[in-house]
């Protein structure tokens, strides 16, 4: 069974960083595709950054590139979002996801997707 755990939100204020974590258990973890989305109250779930299995593509929303960092460690089954330079607009429910199918890319495509697993999020807060 797959299970998909993230931490590390909280509360910071703008222009802070925060590092969110995803620890994923059930299967091979680097035969799959990652991603993490997010959504704020009243919205759609939107893409924010995916990384392929092989760990050497990524994508980011534009809303997010050049302040977000997705990464993974497979020896620790987790992959990683480092957000620097934070904005009250990022304040949302932050999802890990990977896809049901190995060697499947993710699409930036509102969610939530149904091929695709879902953790139960994180909670990020930016005060201005």
């Known amino acids: 069974q797959v299970q998909l755990v993230e931490s590390g939100g909280g509360l910071v204020q703008a222009g802070g960083s925060l590092r969110l974590s995803c620890a994923a258990s059930g299967r091979t973890f680097s035969n799959y595709a990652m991603g993490w989305f997010r959504q704020a109250p009243g919205k759609a779930r939107e893409f924010v950054a995916t990384?392929?299995?092989?760990?050497?593509?990524?994508y980011y929303a534009d809303s997010v590139r050049g302040r977000f960092t997705i990464s993974r460690d497979n020896s620790a089954n987790t992959v990683y979002l480092q957000m620097n330079s934070l904005k009250p607009e990022d304040t949302a429910l932050y999802y890990c996801?990977?896809?049901?199918?190995?060697?499947?890319?993710?699409?930036?495509?509102?969610?939530?997707?149904?091929?695709?697993?879902w953790g139960q999020g994180t909670q990020v807060t930016v005060s201005s």
């Open positions: 996801t990977q896809p049901k199918n190995a060697y499947t890319v993710i699409s930036p495509r509102p969610g939530p997707s149904p091929d695709n697993h």
């Open positions: 990384i392929t299995w092989s760990d050497t593509v990524t």
